[in-house]
């Protein structure tokens, strides 16, 4: 079955060591998005791609960087992770950037402790 | 800019009952599309329902309807024959047309007991 892949599902840093997260679609969907979910919350929007164009919202602090480097593969950098970044990382895609209703398909999620 | 708006942290049902989440919005878009998306414990988020606004019939899925009435920018789901994998946090969400994010609302937590 198509799917977004996230890897791994838990995710145990230091406080200040760099971590990356993976994800990966076989949905050959031009578009990936980032979210950061804390407890009980909804998802945060951190970036997204649209193809290879990165997208960054204007709140995301710079201590989250992503990259692309194919349609398929997608990961977060995390370079000095600190007790707030906490959370489950959600990775989602969404076939088309344009029109239509494009829903987003999420991942499983990582979860990431921070130590 | 979009706010979605669930009013009800958390709601309990019975197996085999109806249950009705609430959500409000607000938006300055003439077309945008609505979901509501399902978050089981520890599972992945999964969509259960859209609509189109331009669309006036509301969308029905299986067990899951909405009541979507435009004029109040509401957009409740309701779950008929509550079962116990129901159990989830339950998003509405908002998106505009073109490329808009999508925003959501802040979660109804459904618990469905035997």
């Known amino acids: 079955d198509a799917m977004v892949i996230q890897n791994p599902r838990y995710q145990v840093t230091q406080f200040g060591k760099p971590v990356t997260l993976s994800c990966s679609q076989t949905l050959n969907h031009n578009v990936m998005y980032w979210y950061q979910q804390k407890s009980s919350q909804a998802p945060k929007l951190l970036f997204h791609?649209?193809?290879?164009?990165?997208?960054n919202e204007a709140d995301t602090p710079d201590n989250f960087q992503s990259r692309r480097p194919n349609t398929s593969f997608c990961f977060l950098d995390i370079r000095s992770p600190g007790l707030g970044d906490a959370a489950m990382y959600l990775c989602?895609?969404?076939?088309?950037?344009?029109?239509?209703?494009?829903?987003?398909?999420f991942g499983p999620g990582t979860r990431l402790t921070v130590l | 800019a979009q706010t979605v708006t669930q009013s009800q942290p958390e709601m309990s049902v019975q197996e085999a009952e109806t249950v009705t989440l609430s959500c409000t919005y607000d938006t300055s878009e003439n077309n945008y599309y609505l979901f509501w998306y399902k978050q089981p414990p520890s599972r992945q988020m999964i969509l259960v329902i859209r609509?189109?606004?331009?669309?006036?019939q509301n969308a029905t899925e299986n067990r899951f309807s909405v009541n979507f009435q435009k004029a109040a920018k509401s957009f409740s789901l309701k779950i008929s024959d509550s079962q116990l994998g129901d159990t989830a946090m339950y998003f509405c969400a908002s998106r505009g047309t073109g490329f808009q994010k999508l925003v959501f609302g802040t979660g109804t937590r459904l618990l469905v007991s035997p």
């Open positions: 609509q189109e606004a331009y669309k006036q």
């Open positions: 791609y649209y193809d290879k164009d990165f997208n």
């Open positions: 989602a895609t969404s076939g088309l950037a344009g029109g239509g209703v494009n829903e987003q398909f």
